[in-house]
């Protein structure tokens, strides 16, 4: 059975060789030697200044939407998973959706400044499949309105745009470490971010609000993470340079066996050093899409409508219209990609859709 994705899991030796540390300490959270570690390593990896390592992407969202004191409507994306709205309206927070770039998939910047109205707090975007938003444009809306922007950068682990990590851009950047992911801790996420009271409302906030044993700085929550999960983190970080290169070669051999089909791929920017984290393809209609994903199916090979329904259609975010997310959500879908996905597999899978279109 081949499945849209695959966890990469480390040798089974270099994990236990650090669970005989976390046996022998007897630390296993509250911020833990291991977690400390990830977390520096995470830093010089990526080359952010504040990080923290915390238990899922889904938290370090609402921990950003708290951080930034955001209370009223929050512009964002109706094109990503589930998890974006859902944190804004979990915070007491209402999502409006400006549609996205029918090239790019990421929230027009043209149609963010049309839906900024006086009761709008914050712009929440999505880099999504880990392609760099259009950060330059929207910084630029961002300081004429005077509006912090949050990055939902669960798929961007690793990418740079102009020789510097994506997630640099923004008050805050948020990704996930789920199993799935390019880099993951089993379980898990972070908070990114460049300014200090910022980064020290975060400290804070994702430990209870405490201050020492006895003490409470403010609100807090349980965002912490565990060194079971660091080490597993510590595990996968230096074998990511060739987790992506393999993406990269993969990703690469789709390009040519699908060239000509018909299908859509969306683009990697010029400026973008890209981490190969999704494969998708737009269909031209519902109905090739279908046809193509039961043939799959039908040779036990998993593709994935990601994403997909649109995030309008959510019964708690309101009703709203996004012409291109609500054409493109339909039609979308992310074909097998990961570590040890064989070329003849990829060439199965090509020689299936062609066939079928």
Same mark, same amino acid.
């Given at each position: 059975?081949?499945?849209?994705?695959?966890?990469?899991?480390?040798?089974?030796? $270099?994990?236990?060789?650090? =669970?005989? +540390?976390?046996?022998?300490? @007897?630390?296993?959270?509250?911020? +833990?030697?291991?977690?400390?570690?990830?977390?520096?390593?995470?830093?010089?990896?990526?080359?952010?200044?504040?990080?923290?390592?915390?238990?899922?992407? #889904?938290?370090?969202?609402?921990?950003?939407?708290?951080?930034?004191?955001?209370?009223? $409507?929050?512009?964002?994306?109706? /094109?990503? %998973?589930?998890?974006?709205?859902?944190?804004?309206?979990?915070?007491?927070c209402t999502p409006v959706y400006a549609d996205i770039d029918a090239r790019t998939l990421c929230l027009d910047p043209a149609l963010i400044a049309q839906h900024i109205t006086p #009761?709008?707090?914050?712009?929440? @975007?999505?880099?999504?499949? +880990?392609?760099?938003?259009?950060?330059?444009?929207?910084?630029? =809306?961002?300081? $004429?309105?005077?509006?912090?922007?949050?990055?939902?950068?669960?798929?961007? /682990?690793?990418?740079?745009?102009?020789?510097?990590?994506?997630?640099?851009?923004?008050?805050?950047?948020?990704?996930?470490?789920?199993? !799935?992911?390019?880099?993951? !801790?089993?379980?898990? *996420?972070?908070?990114?971010?460049?300014?200090?009271?910022?980064?020290?409302?975060?400290?804070?906030?994702?430990? /209870?609000?405490?201050?020492? &044993?006895?003490?409470?700085?403010?609100?807090?929550?349980? +965002?912490?993470?565990?060194?079971?999960?660091?080490?597993? *983190?510590?595990?996968?970080?230096?074998?990511?340079?060739?987790?992506?290169?393999?993406?990269? $070669?993969?990703?690469?051999?789709?390009?040519a066996l699908l060239a000509g089909s018909g299908l859509v791929m969306p683009p990697t920017s010029p400026n973008e050093v890209y981490n190969y984290a999704y494969y998708p393809v737009?269909?031209?209609?519902?109905?090739?899409?279908?046809?193509?994903?039961?043939?799959?199916?039908?040779?036990?090979?998993?593709?994935?409508?990601?994403? %997909?329904?649109? =995030?309008? !259609?959510? &019964? %708690? @975010? *309101?009703?709203?219209?996004?012409?291109? #997310?609500?054409?493109? @959500?339909?039609?979308?879908?992310?074909?097998?990609?990961?570590?040890?996905?064989?070329?003849?597999?990829?060439?199965?899978?090509?020689?299936?859709?062609?066939?079928?279109?």
């Amino acid at each position: 059975m081949i499945n849209v994705t695959k966890t990469f899991l480390p040798p089974l030796e $270099e994990y236990t060789a650090y =669970l005989a +540390g976390i046996w022998e300490r @007897a630390w296993v959270t509250n911020h +833990g030697p291991l977690v400390t570690e990830l977390e520096a390593k995470l830093k010089a990896y990526l080359g952010v200044k504040h990080l923290f390592l915390v238990n899922n992407g #889904t938290i370090a969202l609402q921990i950003a939407i708290k951080a930034l004191d955001l209370k009223g $409507e929050i512009i964002t994306t109706p /094109f990503s %998973y589930v998890a974006t709205s859902s944190s804004i309206v979990w915070e007491g927070c209402t999502p409006v959706y400006a549609d996205i770039d029918a090239r790019t998939l990421c929230l027009d910047p043209a149609l963010i400044a049309q839906h900024i109205t006086p #009761t709008t707090r914050a712009i929440l @975007a999505t880099h999504v499949y +880990g392609h760099s938003c259009q950060v330059e444009a929207i910084a630029a =809306l961002a300081r $004429e309105h005077q509006l912090p922007v949050i990055y939902d950068a669960a798929h961007a /682990f690793g990418v740079r745009y102009k020789e510097q990590s994506i997630l640099n851009f923004g008050d805050i950047s948020t990704l996930s470490f789920h199993a !799935t992911k390019l880099f993951h !801790t089993g379980e898990g *996420g972070a908070l990114i971010t460049n300014n200090d009271e910022l980064a020290h409302k975060i400290a804070y906030m994702m430990n /209870f609000g405490h201050d020492g &044993p006895e003490n409470f700085w403010g609100l807090g929550i349980n +965002g912490k993470n565990s060194e079971l999960h660091a080490a597993l *983190g510590l595990c996968v970080l230096p074998k990511i340079p060739d987790l992506i290169r393999r993406r990269r $070669e993969i990703s690469q051999l789709y390009d040519a066996l699908l060239a000509g089909s018909g299908l859509v791929m969306p683009p990697t920017s010029p400026n973008e050093v890209y981490n190969y984290a999704y494969y998708p393809v737009i269909f031209p209609t519902l109905p090739l899409l279908e046809q193509v994903r039961d043939a799959l199916q039908a040779q036990e090979i998993f593709p994935r409508r990601y994403f %997909y329904p649109s =995030l309008t !259609t959510l &019964p %708690y @975010a *309101g009703k709203q219209v996004a012409q291109v #997310t609500e054409s493109v @959500a339909p039609r979308i879908l992310c074909l097998p990609l990961y570590h040890d996905l064989p070329n003849a597999t990829v060439e199965q899978i090509a020689r299936i859709i062609k066939s079928n279109l």
